[in-house]
């Protein structure tokens, strides 16, 4: 849990969204993430946060607006116009000129109009997932694992941000094996819990596929304490069972090597499902809840598989990441 927790309030987020200033300029003035402004906003406003976003005018407007140059105005907008025919994305464009893929987005609509429109459902068809892909799977079961714990889903893609590589070349493995599509990847330098860290990010770009999983259950954006177990995972095969909790233990799980197997997640309904899956299996745990310090802090859930378990969990189950298999192999050896 950040430390910065403790230096601001909802209520003066809220406030200071409601009168006006925007998700950064908030995210300055307290010391805190854009991040962390925005779950907040989200978690706290509900629908009133999309509402307001919606009725405000879109970041190049007031970028136009404050510009004294016409021409250099007309000059950007034919530079953004130029680069998406050419084939650039609108996340793409706007990592080069310096706008958000918002203002990017509206920049193209009102120059373009319906041609736009056009162009990005001609694009849209290109990643199409197989219609093979769509049954029954372990790999869609670890996908879907994943996706519950470290991976995010957004309307256009799939991905995975971490600092693990190793996680982050299994993940493409499984995406690449179950939808037959390429994946992208890059690797940067990030500030991380006080120290600077190599990110490793994993992305499959496909609104069809985007889609497909959306309809499985799993939400867009931030779903830390939303998401849930597919309905298609609880209720279909084994083999989908195990993927995911397989998925969901490489994300979330860890071995402690004189003890037991653990999660941690601060969604406690989402854990009990997970809890269910393990049940079926045969294999026994435990979920303890812990109280946060502070009050405005979310509670803590622990499932626990202890080391007289374990062996079913490795036998069934176990973790798909080489790093995590050998600490089961040595937790095993230790009984």
């Not at 407007?61 to 025919?85: D, P, T, V, W, Y």
């Not at 690797?187 to 497909?212: E, M, Q």
């Amino acid at each position: 849990m950040s430390k910065h927790k403790q230096k601001f309030s909802a209520e003066t987020i809220i406030s200071a969204f409601r009168n006006g200033c925007s998700i950064l300029e908030i995210a300055k003035s307290n010391k805190i993430s854009r991040w962390t402004v925005r779950d907040t906003l989200k978690e706290q406003l509900g629908h009133e946060y999309y509402k307001i976003m919606s009725s405000r005018f879109p970041k190049y407007e007031r970028f136009l607006k404050s510009s004294g140059n016409a021409q250099q105005n007309e000059g950007l907008l034919s530079e953004i116009e130029q680069k998406f025919l050419s084939g650039y994305s609108a996340r793409k464009i706007a990592r080069e000129v310096r706008l958000s893929s918002w203002s990017v987005r509206h920049i193209l609509k009102s120059k373009m109009g319906k041609r736009y429109h056009e162009i990005v459902e001609e694009r849209v068809k290109v990643n199409i997932l197989p219609e093979k892909a769509k049954g029954e799977s372990f790999e869609l079961g670890y996908i879907l694992g994943v996706l519950a714990g470290d991976g995010h889903l957004r309307r256009d893609c799939i991905g995975l941000s971490t600092t693990d590589r190793e996680f982050a070349n299994v993940f493409r493995q499984f995406l690449e094996k179950w939808s037959k599509l390429q994946t992208k990847e890059r690797c940067y330098d990030s500030f991380i819990k006080s120290k600077i860290r190599r990110v490793f990010d994993v992305y499959l770009f496909s609104a069809d596929v985007a889609r497909f999983i959306h309809d499985l259950g799993m939400p867009f954006g931030n779903k830390l304490r939303t998401w849930r177990v597919s309905s298609k995972v609880l209720n279909d095969s084994e083999e989908i069972k195990r993927g995911f909790l397989s998925g969901f233990f490489d994300s979330e799980g860890s071995v402690r090597l004189t003890y037991d197997i653990n999660c941690c997640s601060t969604n406690y309904q989402g854990l009990l499902q997970v809890g269910s899956l393990l049940n079926s299996h045969g294999i026994r745990h435990q979920i303890y809840s812990y109280a946060p310090r502070n009050k405005n802090w979310a509670a803590i859930h622990v499932l626990k598989i202890k080391s007289r378990d374990a062996t079913e969990f490795a036998n069934k189950i176990n973790f798909q990441l080489p790093r995590k298999r050998k600490q089961l192999e040595t937790l095993l050896n230790k009984r």
